[in-house]
């Protein structure tokens, strides 16, 4: 079925229906087309607002079937899904934008055959990269470009996987599409799957408690990092559950992105290596509706913390996993980023040649991959919480950032250069209008209120950001 004809409301049904959640549903939404923005060729601002959209629907399904009502209206308009996709570069601390995420000697670079990208926002996968070029931990960029001219793309990209460096070669579409992971990646975007059978259940609200709110009394443990896993929970908070963010103390962050991605979450440190932060990791998941998470896969069985050995412990228990190249095919266990995804899976080359500037790549215009997957990821979380609610069980819910390339990829690209011509938007002062001010710990923060609206029912957040490891690990 051919996708480029798709609306955002099309995406939405079916993605909806695929998932096979109920069809009146689809009659509470709303997608206003007030503003086209997100320049690209691809269909950017249609992903943002259907996959908002869907996030939104599934929690209203939540609420509706909770309250015996009938579904609230859902409204998700254009404009304000495009700038919560690039809420992370939106915000305001104290009166300052906040600053960039991206190190200063990574990003695409010229090699003696290509090009090839390069993350370095974590120490480590910076030391990494160095290690890799035989350059000492002060590094230039300059001296980082000339070592990267004699390399070729894919011997470097190999040797930087096999060493913890992370890179991705410059391909196009043509070159990608060759490749066994591409061929590896499902066409849908969300998998959902029964782990095991069980009587239905249905999280009880405290009325008293934020009973207006969709997700009222459902606890979420989530452990990642960056964006995408991070937007899921966020989404999830925002709708009213009680999210408890687990982070390492032995792994780095990156605190001026947490600062967006924090919003509505408890934060606790654990050092799952360590027995004592293990059992307490185990206490939150044993009474827990959601588990996400976003290591790569193997990564937490090597712990004790597999599928089968967290259904035992919890039967209704929801396991969300995202990663970078899908579960499955020879790069299923990469270290991976919407930018590298972008780089290797042809969109950069496909955007710059549509661009017509002679570029060797042009990018997105955010990080939709990103926000793409934490919002499907949320969607895809909300439909197994109403499985469970109607059918019982535990459930897995898998997105992952080529999933998501793939779609994006599927709906087609605007004719010519005129999907450049949308607007965009670049400094907090250009977006005031859909910032909320609010007290943190770490001064006064503006930054992008949630794009949905559903009648009659309450949206946002009640934590702010604060410093990690703020919380203790118990459920309110």
């Known amino acids: 079925m051919s996708k480029h004809n798709f609306t955002p409301l099309d995406t939405v049904e079916h993605v909806w229906m695929t998932l096979k959640l109920p069809k009146h549903a689809l009659q509470a939404i709303r997608l206003p087309t007030d503003v086209e923005c997100c320049p690209s060729s691809f269909k950017v601002g249609h992903l943002a607002q259907a996959s908002i959209g869907l996030s939104a629907l599934s929690a209203a399904l939540i609420w509706s079937i909770r309250n015996g009502a009938t579904l609230p209206q859902v409204t998700v308009p254009a404009k304000h899904a495009c700038i919560e996709f690039k809420s992370e570069r939106l915000y305001m601390l104290d009166g300052k934008a906040g600053p960039s995420s991206f190190g200063t000697i990574g990003g695409l670079h010229k090699t003696l055959d290509g090009y090839i990208r390069m993350h370095d926002g974590f120490p480590n996968h910076r030391e990494n990269a160095l290690r ?97 896993a991070p937007v899921a929970g966020k989404t999830l908070a925002a709708h009213g559950a009680d999210v408890i963010w687990v982070t390492s103390p032995s792994l780095p962050d990156l605190p001026d992105t947490d600062i967006d991605v924090s919003r509505g979450k408890r934060t606790v440190q654990l050092d799952i290596k360590q027995p004592e932060d293990k059992t307490r990791l185990l206490e939150l998941l044993r009474t827990a509706d959601v588990f996400i998470q976003s290591y790569r896969p193997g990564s937490l069985a090597a712990q004790g913390l597999s599928n089968e050995e967290l259904i035992a412990i919890n039967p209704r228990l ?13 790069w299923s266990g990469r270290r991976g980023f919407d930018s590298l995804v972008q780089t290797c899976s042809g969109l950069n080359v496909a955007e710059a040649d549509r661009f017509g ?52 990829r599927s709906l087609g690209q605007y004719e010519g250069k005129s999907g450049f011509n949308r ?52 459920w309110l």
């Open 132 to 228: 890799v070029l035989g350059l000492r931990p002060d590094a230039t960029r300059d001296e980082v470009a000339q070592k990267m001219l004699k390399w070729k793309s894919i011997d470097l990209e190999t040797e930087a996987i096999s060493s913890g460096a992370v890179m991705a070669a410059l391909r196009s579409l043509d070159q990608w599409d060759e490749l066994p992971q591409s061929r590896a990646i499902p066409t849908f975007p969300i998998s959902i799957s029964k782990l095991a059978a069980g009587l239905p259940y249905l999280t009880r609200v405290n009325t008293k408690d934020h009973a207006n709110k969709c997700l009222a009394g459902i606890r979420v443990v989530e452990m990642s990092r960056v964006i995408a």
């Open 318 to 330: 929801i396991i969300a996993t995202l990663n970078a190249y899908g579960s499955d095919g020879p």
């Open 357 to 408: 500037a002679g570029e060797a790549a042009r990018v997105l215009p955010c990080q939709a991959l990103d926000h793409g997957s934490g919002y499907l990821l949320a969607t895809g979380i909300m439909a197994a919480l109403y499985k469970r609610a109607t059918e019982g069980g535990s459930y897995e819910v898998k997105v992952s950032l080529a999933g998501v390339m793939n779609y994006l």
């Open 423 to 474: 607007k965009d938007f670049k400094r907090p002062e250009d977006v005031a209008d859909y910032l909320e001010t609010r007290q943190t710990g770490f001064g006064e923060l503006k930054a992008v209120k949630h794009a949905a609206r559903i009648d009659g029912v309450e949206i946002g957040w009640e934590h702010m950001p604060k410093p990690l490891g703020s919380d203790d690990p118990l």
